[in-house]
């Protein structure tokens, strides 16, 4: 028999990377988050004992609450956020049905340090085309959905990263962590490197790989993101509106890689009748 107020691992893993996924909090203690640090994907850490304080700043949204087992302590947490008018379910089973269920799970050892906050910050050039759009939206989605970008022009990023203490990414340095790898771009490395190499996500990175690289043989839609993203940075001036814009722009190529691929437009018409 269903329990109220929850919400099953197979739901919240067709949220999770949309536009509709609610927060996910995690509050698993701080043993049993030792014992394993990884996160559902777009996970925020919060104390359970703490509630009274955060819970006022999601008054209004929807709220997912994961603790380890599904019990111990995301129900109570849950009804408590209910009672500061937020929509808050418990995930069925908590991090160990998910992970046992086989779900991605990012490892919290590579999301960057995040500030005063409780955000990543990340760091990269300015006037993106591809991979600096598609790069945080992966991150928004699936890593942190508070993260911050800051684009600045390429001789400033190492001073922007040492001051700020952001993660600068897709930078022609052979030190950076988070940049080309080979033949790989920067949304590749995340996405291995985050956790979350799913056929979908695989399939997106294939084609932000061809628009980014000049390789339209890699996948027949490449040709035609890289001819949206050129589009989209002639029509933004200002390089976080056209972040804000490119969300929408990845949310619809992720929904097609994961549930449209198969499908086909044929405008229906009625074939004229055969002269006697």
């Known amino acids: 028999m269903p329990v109220p107020n929850t919400i099953s691992v197979d739901k919240l893993a067709r ?32 104390a359970s004992d703490r509630v009274a304080e955060w819970a006022p700043a999601l008054r209004g949204s929807a709220v997912v ?32 049905d998910w992970a046992a ?25 300015a006037r993106p085309k591809v991979d600096r759009i598609a790069c945080p939206w992966l991150i928004r989605r699936f890593v942190d959905p508070e993260a911050v970008f800051l684009f600045v022009p390429p001789g400033e990023v190492a001073g922007v ?6 993660a600068p990414f897709d930078i022609d340095d052979p030190g950076i962590f988070w ?19 799913t056929p979908p996500l695989l399939h997106l990175a294939t084609l932000v790989r061809g628009a980014d690289t000049s390789r339209p043989d890699l996948a027949p839609e490449a ?9 989209l940075s ?21 929904r097609w890689c994961r549930d449209a691929t198969e499908e086909t437009h044929n405008w229906p018409m009625n074939k004229p009748r055969e002269r006697a």
């Open 101 to 125: 269920a086989e779900m991605p799970v990012v490892p919290v050892g590579k999301i960057p340090n995040r500030d005063e906050r409780g955000r990543s910050v990340w760091v990269t050039r």
């Open 223 to 231: 040709a035609g993101l890289l001819a949206a993203s050129l589009g």
């Open 161 to 166: 990263a040492k001051r700020f203490e952001a």
């Open 65 to 96: 609450v994961v603790c380890e087992d599904g019990r111990r302590n995301s129900h109570g947490v849950a009804a408590w956020l209910r009672s500061a008018g937020v929509a808050a379910e418990a995930l069925e089973g908590g991090f160990t």
């Open 179 to 197: 940049s080309h790898r080979g033949e790989l771009c920067t949304f590749d490395v995340m996405v291995e490197e985050f956790g979350l190499a």
């Open 15 to 46: 949220l999770i990377g949309t536009p509709a996924c609610p927060i996910v909090i995690d509050v698993r203690t701080l043993e049993e988050f030792v014992g394993n640090q990884r996160l559902v994907p777009g996970s925020l850490a919060h």
């Open 234 to 254: 002639r029509i933004y001036a200002d390089d976080l509106q056209q972040l804000n814009a490119g969300m929408l722009f990845y949310d619809a190529f992720y």
